[in-house]
């Protein structure tokens, strides 16, 4: 079993950065592909990064590539999510998952096996 808890959200002007973090605890961290999901106001959760267990590999979606980067330290067990440039339409609750027992985790969130409580960001123009 895997416990999530994000933390680092918080409101920002356009431009700015924020790095969020996941802090895990549990023995299947270290097994399990993590991912960030993101979920605006009246919208549905969408992939936003994905990384593997050995932390090798990672994908982004479309909307964030080239201004978020996601990074995880197996010795803190905790994933993170660095945001560069950000817009308001990055305005969300941003939650981070877990894929236990898979290498590196889909787009779908059907997929994670667990999830934290979600961090709100929100940036302002």
């Known amino acids: 079993q895997v416990q999530l808890v994000e933390s680092g959200g918080g409101p920002v002007r356009a431009g700015d950065s924020l790095r969020l973090s996941c802090a895990a605890s549990g023995r299947t961290f270290s097994t399990s592909a993590l991912g960030w999901f993101r979920q605006a106001p009246g919208k549905e959760r969408e992939f936003v990064a994905a990384?593997?267990?050995?932390?090798?590999?990672?994908y982004y979606a479309d909307s964030v590539k080239g201004r978020f980067t996601i990074s995880r330290d197996k010795v803190k067990s905790t994933v993170y999510l660095q945001m560069n440039n950000l817009n308001p339409e990055d305005t969300a609750v941003y939650y981070c998952?877990?894929?236990?027992?898979?290498?590196?985790?889909?787009?779908?969130?059907?997929?994670?096996?667990?999830w934290g409580q979600g961090t709100q960001v929100t940036v302002s123009s």
């Open positions: 990384i593997s267990r050995s932390g090798s590999s990672f």
């Open positions: 998952a877990a894929e236990t027992d898979a290498y590196l985790g889909g787009r779908a969130p059907d997929q994670y096996d667990y």
